[in-house]
């Protein structure tokens, strides 16, 4: 993982911590969350406070998402808003992270100023058991503490101004006007400054979970649809009456329920022949078999003309593998804009051509869902799927670790936005 981390690929953009205020501050939530302090004199944090170097620290990469439910958060300033999270067992978090951010923002930006912001992203279970458990997480609500109590703080004194107002002689208690000035050292004016986080409930939407091997579960209005392994407990057993279940292995059924709801993207000759979604799916499938075939040989798989000639020097490979033999008819149908009838084509070649609807709340989700069937497309991967990435990324040889992390820097990280919006139809 070490080339992943120079690169940036993985545990990019994190918030160095080596301010000593800052770490004790970090200290001092994770006492209160009842674990052991950092030694360290330095490390990096994401959005919510994970920390890759005291998760190693510690021996415990789950330190803050115990179970994998119930995320504890570490907030040591309102910048973190900016950054990614690495660390998760729900695709989600970082969604309900800048609800909390945004809907807070006054409240943190005063609180952070002298004190560090824990808790939890409190769900109604303990622990995932089966399927039921996940569907159960309809909203959930942040548990919220300060190193140095200042919200409570802040709380008490706003209660003694209510009664300062309220009872008519509350100004001639002593020990009570004594109190609120030594609250207000500490919270300051808090007439301008709130020191209290008030938006705590958010609703817990579609989401990705990485328990049971991975579940997909998607709400809409009239029905709610879990995709995963059956073989999972509660799977097709919890909430028949409400809850459709799709084996994730039934690709025709995935793909036709995206159709139905409208999250996906059929393909098009307006969109592909725009964005070269093709061509880059192409590339991809070229990098993997040249690789995979020949895993010491360094390849060249942006060069058309290489390309072009590897395929002629493998063709018994290619025709054999069978995929790019039929994007390279899709290609050509599409660059012509013929009609092409889509119950002709098998479902993997279907997922190949499409893409997750522009626009739609569950874009990210959608693409990320449509890698698992894509898996030779590693942009894609790293872009909507990063556990797979990763896992992924583990089993290749060196050389092909290289061209991917040089590819994913070139193609990606050099312009992410405008790299989802070209190929994607992304806007965020």
Do not use: C
Request: net charge negative.
């Amino acid at each position: 993982m070490k080339r992943l981390e120079e690169s940036e690929l993985i545990y990019g953009r994190m918030m160095p911590v080596v301010e000593p205020h800052l770490i004790k501050r970090y200290n001092q939530a994770l006492s209160g969350l009842g674990l052991p302090k950092t030694k360290l004199k330095s490390f990096r944090i994401d959005m919510t406070g994970y920390s890759p170097e005291i998760a190693q620290e510690h021996g415990d990469p789950q330190y803050l998402d115990p179970h994998g439910v119930n995320r504890r958060f570490i907030i040591l300033s309102p910048n973190q808003l900016q950054l990614p999270v690495v660390h998760t067992a729900f695709s989600n978090t970082g969604e309900l992270m800048h609800q909390f951010f945004e809907g807070n923002a006054k409240a943190l930006n005063a609180l952070t100023i002298k004190d560090v912001v824990y808790g939890e992203i409190d769900d109604p279970i303990l622990q995932v058991q089966d399927i039921e458990d996940l569907l159960s997480i309809e909203q959930v609500e942040f548990k919220v503490f300060t190193g140095q109590n200042l919200a409570q703080q802040a709380l008490d004194l706003r209660q003694m101004m209510d009664r300062l107002k309220k009872e008519p002689n509350a100004w001639r208690d002593d020990d009570l006007l004594n109190q609120m000035v030594d609250l207000a050292q500490s919270t300051g004016d808090i007439r301008n400054n709130s020191l209290v986080p008030t938006e705590l409930i958010f609703r817990h939407n579609t989401f990705w979970s990485s328990h049971f091997g991975g579940v997909y579960v998607f709400i809409d209005e009239r029905e709610t649809t879990v995709i995963g392994d059956p073989s999972a407990p509660g799977f097709r057993r919890s909430r028949p009456w409400q809850v459709s279940y799709i084996d994730r292995e039934d690709k025709d059924l995935v793909y036709r329920f995206l159709v139905e709801t409208g999250r996906v993207d059929i393909p098009r000759g307006s969109w592909i022949e725009r964005t070269g979604y093709l061509d880059h799916r192409l590339e991809m499938l070229v990098t993997m078999l040249a690789y995979h075939a020949e895993p010491r040989r360094k390849h060249n798989p942006t060069d058309h003309r290489w390309s072009k000639s590897w395929i002629n020097d493998n063709a018994a490979l290619v025709r054999k593998e069978g995929t790019m033999p039929f994007l390279r008819w899709a290609k050509r149908e599409y660059e012509a804009w013929a009609t092409v009838d889509l119950d002709e084509i098998d479902a993997r070649g279907k997922f190949i051509l499409s893409r997750a609807k522009p626009g739609i709340d569950d874009q990210w989700l959608v693409n990320r869902l449509i890698s698992d069937y894509v898996p030779f497309d590693f942009v894609y991967r790293y872009i909507f799927n990063k556990p797979a990435f990763y896992s992924d990324y583990e089993a290749w040889g060196e050389r092909l670790k290289q061209h991917v992390v040089e590819q994913v820097q070139a193609t990606y990280l050099s312009n992410k936005s405008g790299y989802r919006t070209r190929m994607y139809g992304m806007h965020n």
